[in-house]
């Protein structure tokens, strides 16, 4: 019945009053709305909350709306602000340090007593558009060696930047193993995740192959997942006991089906540490201890600068935030934020700096709340309002480019419309919501923004992705 609905709106739109208007030369604003209704009444949304704004990019002028001043879970869409806040206040150019520090008396010397590494939350160090996933901690090793050093006895972790929790108390508990809801730490390394590679064996009922990156022993490996026949159901899940890195596997893969996923770690600063201790050995450093600051007893007056990283600018790194919708970066990028305007990162002191970065824009505080900066959390709300405010806003400032760059385009979606091109997107999916906003062009060439917030448990998400595209496709078709 869904399915039947949804294309008996598409063919209304495309193959009817589309085509007739194109004739008769007479689409406007009136017609969208039309439209709008007719697609928002389609069985997909039926029983929803929906919060539906569009509106000139340029002015702000609404041409169409539906209970714009509803707030609903935003879901990713929150990046939008988050990612806003972040390029004006720290700036396109900033980049998140990571410092090595030894001891004053020991420069010049092979051996080091001791080397910290001072970690700024870069959620970059990664194999993400890097020749493998090591390549800087190989980088940095060539940096100490060109100090001489071959020996370090004590690495230091100095992960003070960030404050504690790593994780927002809102966040499930039941989903704190997946790659979406990583802990923050202010030394990261690959996402803060190990990746998986799941192959299942020759015969049904064996044990699969888990294939683990990086490959140090970090992970305590419990598998009692089952190989299934071919064309069987992939049930294949993992949980990781909470405040430790055991990962017991369960259900089955069927024969003839690889699959790849990622497991979030606990402590993530030392599963940095094991892995570039194991890179530098390769390189001919050996590091004996891995310690945190608080157990270093330490002077910071006793130690000099060694050598330091710059990550990619921040104008990079939001292409990560709001293409990827990786959530790392976006809780990272917030709790610097917090920490370069507010001296504290945490997630209260940089949602605090983002909810005064939108009143400041004009958004009134009753169309948002914000708990996170990656929009996971349940307690988050915005209206669609807010949002095409936030847009319309960006629009009108010189970081327009670089936010307007920084989304995705519609190339999987929009079944190949040619005004598909001229959009610009940020998907947002979680629990009961499923949103997208941003911007598109009309065929006149004028830009828009807008915001479709669609909240119900039990959705059916391709059948919601499929009927906001028709509302997008008929906005950029129907809209002077």
């Not at 160090?125 to 071959?150: H, T, Y």
């Not at 806003?393 to 190339?411: D, E, N, Q, R, W």
Request: some cysteine; proline content about 5%.
């Amino acid at each position: 019945m869904v399915s039947y609905m949804l294309k008996r709106a598409k063919n209304l739109i495309s193959a009817g009053c589309l085509l007739g208007c194109l004739a008769a030369g007479t689409l406007s604003a009136q017609d969208f709305k039309a439209r709008a209704a007719a697609i928002l009444s389609t069985g997909p949304f039926a029983g929803a909350q929906l919060s539906v704004v569009f509106a000139s990019a340029l002015d702000g002028a609404v041409l169409y709306s539906r209970a714009p001043g509803l707030p609903l879970v935003p879901a990713s869409t929150a990046k939008l602000a988050t990612s806003a806040a972040a390029l004006m206040r720290l700036t396109t150019d900033f980049h998140f340090n990571t410092a090595f520090l030894m001891r004053k008396e020991e420069r010049g010397q092979k051996k080091l007593s001791v080397l910290v590494w001072r970690g700024t939350g870069d959620p970059s160090l990664s194999g993400r558009g890097r020749a493998s996933l090591n390549e800087i901690f190989e980088v940095w090793a060539d940096s100490l060696a060109a100090l001489g050093v071959n020996k370090v006895k004590r690495l230091v972790l100095d992960g003070r930047y960030f404050e504690a929790p790593a994780v927002h108390p809102s966040w499930p508990d039941r989903e704190m193993s997946y790659w979406y809801q990583a802990e923050t730490s202010a030394i990261a390394f690959n996402d803060n995740c190990v990746d998986l590679e799941f192959r299942p064996a020759a015969k049904p009922g064996r044990r699969p192959e888990i294939i683990l990156t990086p490959e140090i022993g970090y992970l305590k490996v419990k598998n009692k997942a089952v190989t299934g026949a071919p064309g069987s159901r992939f049930t294949l899940d993992y949980s990781r006991e909470p405040g430790t890195n055991t990962v017991t596997f369960s259900g089955s893969i069927p024969i003839g089906r690889n699959r790849r996923d990622y497991v979030a770690v606990h402590d993530p600063a030392r599963l940095a540490a094991e892995a570039l201790k194991r890179a530098w050995k390769k390189k001919g450093i050996k590091v004996s201890s891995i310690v945190p600051w608080e157990k270093a007893g330490l002077k910071e007056e006793d130690l000099a600068p060694a050598f330091d990283w710059n990550s990619q600018p921040l104008a990079e790194l939001v292409k990560v935030v709001n293409t990827n919708s990786q959530n790392l970066y976006a809780e990272h990028i917030l709790k610097a934020l917090a920490k370069e305007a507010a001296g504290r990162g945490a997630f209260d002191a940089g949602t605090e700096l983002v909810g005064n970065f939108l009143a400041a824009a004009g958004i009134g505080r009753e169309q948002f709340n914000l708990a996170d900066g990656s929009g996971l959390s349940l307690e988050n709300r915005f209206t669609a309002a807010g949002l095409v405010k936030l847009l319309v806003y960006m629009h009108g400032t010189p970081l327009f480019p670089v936010y307007y760059g920084s989304l995705a385009t519609a190339k999987k979606r929009m079944k190949g419309d040619p005004l598909a091109e001229g959009m610009r997107l940020k998907r947002g999916t979680v629990g009961p919501a499923r949103n997208l906003a941003g911007y598109l062009h009309s065929a006149s060439g004028k830009l828009y923004a807008f915001a479709v917030l669609v909240n119900a448990p039990g959705l059916d998400r391709p059948a919601v992705d499929e009927g906001i595209d028709e509302l997008c496709l008929a906005a950029a078709h129907y809209l002077p």
